[in-house]
């Protein structure tokens, strides 16, 4: 079975600043996807970004972008330029290359975002 | 484009007692799914349907169960509340395709006393 780590509870950063969330998974699979998804308090799941297992180029949307280690089944996000409404728990997320939509989530990490 | 939507938001129930969550998936969407969130925790995968029929099972009980209609929309039924029960459910729905990005409503609070 898969799992999904993120060893970071809690982060903050201050506004304008740039933060790494990290997250580890382990699977024996070769086709895969990986996720962040942002949880705000509206309790809304959100993507943030997609990383598919057989691109070797690094995901980037706006200001959000991956740094995918794939022999190290590494996973991280940076969010560059920080603003308040970054604030959420962000999850990291696990999917099989089939046609299964099932997600494995690690645990989360709280952002809060400092003025 | 209409998103996924959830009811009821909130609800309190007893132990014992049984529950049906529903959710309307987005327009053009064909494939739902149910995840149960504990306070501080990532979601958990309960089940996936597709065109009416359960294709995927995390790892929980059968008296929790599910159903999709013909227009995608769904529900979920948990009979015999436990206390641990008491969680977010979150639906998300999404295409059958290989992208298959799944759009989350907001879920419905469920508290077991």
């Known amino acids: 079975a898969q799992t999904v780590t993120q060893s970071q509870p809690e982060m903050s950063v201050q506004e304008a600043e740039t933060v790494t969330l990290s997250c580890t998974y382990d699977t024996s699979e070769s086709d895969y996807y990986l996720f962040w998804y942002k949880q705000p308090p509206s309790r809304q799941m959100i993507l943030v970004i997609r990383q598919e297992a057989y691109k070797q180029q690094n995901a980037t949307e706006n200001r959000f972008s991956v740094n995918f280690q794939k022999a190290a089944k590494s996973f991280s996000l940076k969010i560059s330029d920080s603003q308040l409404g970054d604030a959420a728990m962000y999850f990291c997320a696990y999917r099989s290359g089939g046609s299964a939509r099932q997600l494995t989530f690690g645990s989360g990490t709280q952002l809060t975002v400092l003025p | 484009e209409t998103g996924v939507t959830q009811s009821p938001t909130h609800l309190i129930k007893t132990r014992g007692q049984q529950v049906t969550l529903r959710c309307s998936s987005q327009s053009g969407h064909n494939t739902v799914s149910w995840y149960q969130q504990a306070l501080g925790q990532g979601p958990q995968f309960i089940f996936q349907?597709?065109?009416?029929?359960?294709?995927g099972r995390g790892n929980f009980p059968p008296r929790f169960s599910g159903l999709q209609f013909p227009n995608y929309s769904s529900e979920l039924n948990v009979n015999a509340l436990e206390l641990d029960d008491s969680a977010l459910y979150l639906c998300a729905s999404s295409r059958l395709d290989l992208t298959g990005e799944l759009f989350f409503g907001e879920g419905s609070r469920l508290t077991v006393l």
């Open positions: 349907y597709y065109r009416e029929e359960e294709n």
